[in-house]
């Protein structure tokens, strides 16, 4: 279990930059241009571990250290989701949904406080966005992971995936399936594909991209890094827990894993190339539209809820 742990980590380290490459790529070829490699996020960061940090005269320690942290959470929620097994491995029984859903709350707060404390009036207008969605969004969230411990019965992502694997009648309800689009919606939210955000600082709809424009060197590497593999476990965790949770093992089968894990970064690159699709496809819409672009996520979780209601 504990050498299965390592090649978790080693897997989401290693192919979250890859993912983010295939997004990017993705988008540029829809748009008719040449665009950059699938693999310059990883030519990025080797770059910026190269370069020296510069740090805010007026930032405190919660500066230099908040992305090592926020990092350091990214790489414990890797070791306890389902990423490549279906069962737990040596961390798993360390939190469950909800405990899940406190550490990426934990990270998201400091990161917050990050770009506070770098005194930078982009960095406070990203925050100040990044806290009114976020208010919105993680009682969906909340919402979500009651309505799978209804299913399930638990809050363990681990067996939420065993019944969804097994049961069709589960899988192929209603409740599922709004609770699955409203995790989806939400997700684009989390990981920054909502059509409002720019990828740059140059729009006024930027939200994730100022809350880094003080960062640099190594401390911008890690900052990035940690954000790669937040997108690649919530991703994972939409497709092996919430829509696809088939082929994932479920017993201790070092073959069944080694192809499962090949499997795995398929289902990453196509879902992958629907959210590049996406974000090319909708037009952006004003700051102020995505609270209404919430309210249709909430929607769709309470559906699920009075489904389930009617026909328990």
């Known amino acids: 279990m504990v050498i299965l742990s390592v090649i978790q980590l080693i897997y989401v380290l290693a192919l979250a930059p890859l993912i983010v490459g295939i997004i990017s790529t993705t988008e540029e070829k829809i748009e008719s241009k040449k665009g950059p490699s699938i693999f310059q996020p990883y030519y990025d960061l080797i770059k910026l571990f190269k370069k020296e940090n510069v740090v805010p005269a007026k930032s405190s320690p919660i500066f230099r250290i908040g992305p090592y942290v926020t990092f350091a959470l990214y790489m414990l929620l890797t070791l306890v989701l389902p990423i490549i097994t279906a069962f737990p491995l040596q961390f798993g029984p360390v939190v469950d949904f909800i405990g899940g859903g406190l550490t990426f709350g934990a990270a998201a707060t400091f990161k ?41 019965q638990t809050n363990n992502p681990y067996v939420i995936n065993n019944v969804l694997q097994t049961s069709t009648t589960w899988y192929l309800s209603l409740v599922h399936w709004f609770v699955a689009a409203a995790f989806f919606m939400v997700l684009l939210v989390e990981t920054g594909k909502l059509p409002i955000e720019s990828h740059s600082t140059a729009e006024l709809g930027s939200i994730d991209q100022s809350m880094e424009i003080e960062y640099s060197g190594p401390d911008l590497a890690f900052f990035k890094w940690g954000g790669y593999a937040k997108q690649f476990l919530l991703m994972s965790v939409f497709l092996n827990v919430y829509t696809i949770p088939f082929w994932v093992p479920m017993k201790m089968d070092w073959n069944a894993i080694l192809i499962y894990m090949g499997i795995q970064l398929l289902k990453l690159m196509g879902l992958a190339i629907v959210f590049a699709f996406f974000e090319e496809s909708v037009s952006k819409f004003r700051l102020l539209k995505n609270f209404d672009y919430i309210s249709i996520a909430f929607s769709l979780a309470f559906l699920s809820f009075l489904a389930f209601s009617v026909s328990r």
């Open 112 to 152: 917050k406080l990050m770009a506070l404390d770098s005194r930078s009036n982009y960095a406070h207008l990203g925050t100040s966005r990044s806290a009114s969605i976020g208010a919105l969004s993680e009682p969906i969230t909340v919402l979500i992971f009651i309505m799978l411990g209804v299913i399930s």
